[in-house]
């Protein structure tokens, strides 16, 4: 392998953390209230692994149904 990817991965393997990219809300007042956890993280890409990882898209419209604001 090439010097410079040897480098870079024996630097990567030094991180503790290499991305935590989520799409919550970035302060508390920003959160919508009521605060519904569930619908936070169903709101973007999380949703998407659910259903790649098996749920049918009617358990997952009933889910998404259940967490909206009444």
């Known amino acids: ?3 410079a990817y040897q480098d870079i ?3 990567i ?3 503790e953390i290499i991305d935590t990219h989520e ?3 970035g302060t508390e007042a ?3 209230r009521p605060t519904d956890v569930l619908a936070e993280y169903l709101y973007h890409y ?3 692994d659910l259903v790649s990882a098996g749920l049918s898209e009617a358990d997952f419209r009933r889910v ?3 967490t ?3």
């Open 9 to 11: 991965l024996a630097h």
């Open 30 to 32: 920003a959160r919508p």
């Open 64 to 66: 998404i149904d259940h």
């Open 23 to 25: 799409h919550l809300p």
């Open 13 to 15: 393997n030094t991180l």
């Open 1 to 3: 392998m090439d010097r």
């Open 46 to 48: 999380f949703n998407r």
């Open 68 to 70: 909206q604001p009444r």
